[in-house]
């Protein structure tokens, strides 16, 4: 059975919440001069979208967001994200 255009529907849906949510965390946070975002604002976009479609909810407590590499194949270390206080306000869509 094929869940992919599920997987979309709801990436689709949720879109908008964790883009909003991620701009929260960004927020104040040095830009990376190369993207213009914070770093770590892409990696925790896809962890972020990946985990509201998978349990279709919100995380709670603290996650660490894995360890990644930039479009020029640097490290970037992995850090810490506080679901508790970040999502406070946020609910997803039904």
């Given amino acids: ?9 709801l990436k689709t849906r949720y879109l908008p919440i964790v883009t909003e949510m991620v701009d929260r965390w ?9 993207s213009g975002r914070a770093n ?24 660490a967001m894995p360890e990644g590499c930039d479009r020029f194949n640097r490290i970037e270390p992995s850090f810490q994200v506080d679901f508790d206080t970040l999502a406070e306000g946020f609910s997803l869509p039904e």
């Fill in 26 to 34: 960004a927020e104040g946070k040095p830009l990376n001069p190369e």
């Fill in 1 to 9: 059975m094929n869940r992919e255009p599920e997987r979309e529907a």
């Fill in 40 to 63: 770590g604002y892409y990696r925790l976009t896809g962890w972020l979208l990946d985990y509201v479609v998978q349990h279709k909810g919100l995380p709670g407590g603290v996650h």
